[in-house]
């Protein structure tokens, strides 16, 4: 949709998706397939300069995984300032970028946006592909909306990893 909003004043291309990201903290779980951060960066680094050679100036990556996050902007300060491409470049989570809307809507009760299958996640699963829901996982879903801290706690900005969180 901001894409086709876009698309009124100026020419836009949406891009395929690229399949595979930076997701090692999901190895745990079976079936995980990751890039390393070399990799993935990489891959995004030839996509955008496929573009740039294509005549775009204006380019925009849109994040849809945690993991890519610190990646997408590495990418696009080296992409100016390293690479010395002469075009804007905007680099963030779609949860980011929606988040002051969100809170500002009353949506969510604070800036805390929940990860995966999170309130966020599932209703828009649920807006967009309500097969996907399975009802008797959602009848096992405990009420957090009034904690006060995540999973590492309330580090407004920071970013932070920790060995093994994801395992438990």
Request: charged share 15%; net charge neutral.
């Amino acid at each position: 949709r901001a894409a086709e909003r876009a698309a009124a004043t100026t020419k836009v291309i949406v891009a395929p998706v690229l399949c595979y990201g930076n997701s090692h903290h999901h190895r745990p779980f079976a079936g995980v397939l990751s890039l390393s951060s070399a990799t993935y960066m990489a891959a995004v680094t030839e996509v955008l300069e496929g573009l740039v050679l294509s005549g775009f100036r204006k380019l925009v990556v849109l994040n849809g995984h945690g993991g890519n996050t610190d990646s997408n902007a590495v990418v696009g300060l080296d992409f100016v300032n390293l690479r010395g491409h002469d075009v804007t470049i905007a680099t963030g989570a779609y949860w980011d970028m929606a988040r002051a809307a969100i809170v500002e809507k009353g949506l969510l009760p604070s800036n805390r946006i929940p990860g995966h299958a999170g309130r966020f996640e599932t209703s828009m699963v649920m807006a967009l592909r309500p097969d996907l829901i399975d009802p008797a996982g959602m009848a096992q879903v405990v009420d957090v909306s009034q904690a006060k801290k995540g999973l590492f706690g309330d580090l407004t900005g920071a970013t932070m990893q920790v060995h093994g969180a994801w395992a438990a």
